[in-house]
């Protein structure tokens, strides 16, 4: 449950989480696709509960009400980048504490893209199974989801977590976009990647490249995770239970927020 540790305050495409007692830093979250974004209450409680200020982002698409689900097809890459310019100011209205970016799956990608585009230096950034690249297989079906892009697909997202129960491929052509800009920056760090290395979606030596090419602020945790009761699925992180062992490393990250290395 959001708010054991904080005040909300709603906004156009965010919510802004402050701590009980003052904030000793911030922390910017961007949710997964087709992830709802209110169901990431389990990590902002913890962020609160550290006494960190987290800016919890809704992007487009990922709200019924803002977004109905026959006009899903038409979002693209650069939409979904735009739709940070508010959380960005947010965060820019507390420029001397220290700030943390958490991406899940698509918003690790999001993050790394307005970091570089808007000229934001995150203190510290927290990837969690990032598609830095997707599996052999997704990427052979690619052209398909660009040519048939309104033909949807069940998620595989519980239902107490997502926003549609299917999707239009189209989106994962969209996804593609983000991954061909992302991998054409330079990123700062420090950087933490958390993934499975049996993730059904991402390349996992696509990760791993990733980390070689930043080794000087990236650091790469591979634990397996996603063993639990949403059928076994690794590339999902919903809850503290699709961590699995993982559990105590996220624990410790953020136990050592919001010190800077």
């Known amino acids: 449950m959001v708010g054991l540790n904080s005040k909300l305050l709603k906004k156009a495409n965010y919510t802004l ?15 997964g696709l087709n992830v709802r974004p209110d169901s990431l209450g389990w990590l902002i409680d913890q962020l609160t509960a550290r006494g960190i200020r987290v800016v919890n ?12 689900h026959h006009a899903l097809h038409r979002i693209t890459w650069e939409d979904w980048v735009d739709d940070l310019q508010a959380p ?19 918003g690790a990608l999001v993050g790394l893209e307005i970091a570089h585009r808007y000229h934001v230096t995150f203190d510290r950034y927290l990837l969690l199974a990032p598609p830095i690249q997707i599996n052999a297989l997704s990427r052979r079906l690619l ?3 660009r040519r048939f892009g309104r033909v949807v697909l069940p998620s595989f997202t519980p239902k107490a977590y997502r926003v549609y129960p299917a999707l239009p491929i189209g989106l994962f052509h969209t996804l593609a976009t983000g991954i061909r800009s992302v ?19 991402v390349s996992f030596a696509a990760v791993k490249a990733f980390a070689i090419k930043h080794r000087a ?12 009761r949403y059928g076994h699925i ?13 559990t105590d490393l996220l624990r410790d990250y953020l136990n050592r927020l919001p010190l800077t290395e």
């Open 234 to 246: 690794k590339h999902l992180i919903v809850d503290e239970a699709s961590l699995g062992p993982a």
């Open 217 to 228: 602020t990236l650091k790469v945790i591979a634990k397996k995770i996603g063993d639990c």
């Open 183 to 201: 991998a054409q920056r330079k990123h700062p760090g420090p950087l933490t990647i958390l993934i499975d290395p049996c993730d059904e979606l």
């Open 88 to 106: 960005l100011q947010e965060v820019r209205n507390r420029p001397a504490q220290p700030c943390v970016l958490i991406g899940y799956s698509m």
């Open 57 to 68: 982002v809704q992007l487009r698409g990922h709200s019924k009400a803002h977004c109905p």
């Open 143 to 145: 052209p398909l989801c």
């Open 17 to 31: 989480h402050t701590p009980v007692g003052e904030s000793k830093a911030t922390a910017l979250l961007i949710h």
